[in-house]
């Protein structure tokens, strides 16, 4: 797990970190927010390891036993609370805290990080409210969310936010070819379509079969501007393809989102097509591979999607 000097991009998020670990005593409570998969868990865990790392006290060294039973989530100072949205969640939430008025057993800093903070209910948050406003000594909190609106101001405004950011296309490629070994092209590919998250770069990089199934989605695309007999063989070549074909509409669905955000001017280069239809084709997408998901035959979901597509006008 990298320390902060190895996340990736974040620089503003990064510098404010850095600022409060080198200067006056960092904050108790920040909320890390920003969209899935760029980088907010890992920096939850990369203060924790510069709060108490050994060799390089407000960096962290990622290899002093500190940094190393952080990385393990073996320190009895950094509390990884999982959020879950389970019955008992307030009594888990209170379970926590008593723990919380001792001095840290072996570290400089104790660290609970709340991950997705914005899973709490209710009773839980305002448990945890309590906490905040009354902060232990020497502790911590970390609330990491991608809504963090859904959060209880009151919560919020206890915080101090550290805003993550989505990646760009240039961050995540070069870091696929150094970390994964990735060629430059396959980075690429998986960069463009990970909607600047690192993590699912990741997971569409680990998929072997990205350019392949890339292959199928464009010749899927190709279709819907094409005529009825077009749009039925492709759908033909589907048949039986169950968990294929869901991938391939998770990546369709990728795809659609980059079309629409050039629609609207948010990248690339601007395409004349109706953002409202391209939001109507990305839901038809989500709904088939749902229905896919749900056992419904996958040539007849695929069929049913393209001629939908098509009614929308919708082009990649
Ligand atoms: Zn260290």
């Known amino acids: ?3 902060l000097a190895d996340i990736v991009g974040q620089e503003q998020a990064l510098g404010q970190l850095r600022a409060a670990l080198t200067g006056a005593r960092p904050h108790h409570a920040y909320l890390f927010e920003g969209p899935e ?11 924790a390891q510069a709060l108490n790392c050994l060799r390089r006290p407000s960096e962290g060294c990622a290899g002093c036993d500190a940094c190393l039973k952080i990385r393990d989530g073996l320190h009895p100072d950094v509390i990884s609370f999982e959020v879950l ?11 926590l805290l008593p723990s919380l008025a001792f001095a840290p057993h072996e570290g400089r800093a104790r660290v ?10 209710t009773t839980s948050a305002n448990v945890l409210l309590k906490t905040l406003e009354e902060p232990p000594p020497s502790t911590h909190f970390v609330l990491v969310s991608s809504v963090a609106t859904q959060l209880l ?45 690192l993590g699912r770069a990741l997971a569409l990089a680990e998929s072997d079969d990205l350019s392949e199934r890339s292959r199928r989605v464009d010749a899927l695309l190709v279709a819907v501007g094409g005529s009825d007999v077009q749009r039925l063989e ?48 990305l839901r038809a997408t989500e709904e088939a591979r749902q229905a896919i998901e749900g056992f419904v035959n996958p040539q007849l979901a695929m069929e049913h999607l393209l001629l939908r597509l098509a009614q929308l006008r919708v082009m990649a």
């Open 1 to 3: 797990m990298p320390a």
């Open 37 to 47: 998969g760029v980088g907010k868990g890992t920096a939850a865990l990369a203060l």
């Open 85 to 95: 949205p389970e019955k008992g969640q307030a009594e888990r939430v209170r379970g």
């Open 112 to 121: 609970v990080v709340i991950d997705p903070a914005d899973g709490l209910n």
């Open 153 to 197: 101001e009151t919560i919020r405004s206890r915080c101090q936010r550290v805003r993550f950011r989505a990646l760009a296309t240039e961050e995540i490629a070069p870091w696929l070819v150094a970390h994964q070994e990735l060629s430059p092209a396959a980075a690429q590919s998986a960069a463009e379509l990970s909607g600047g998250s």
């Open 234 to 281: 492709a759908a033909a070549e589907w048949t039986g393809e169950r968990e294929e074909s869901t991938a391939a509409l998770e990546l369709l669905w990728l795809k659609l989102r980059d079309v629409l955000w050039r629609a609207e001017g948010l990248a690339g280069e601007p395409l004349a097509q109706s953002p409202r239809n391209l939001m109507l084709g």
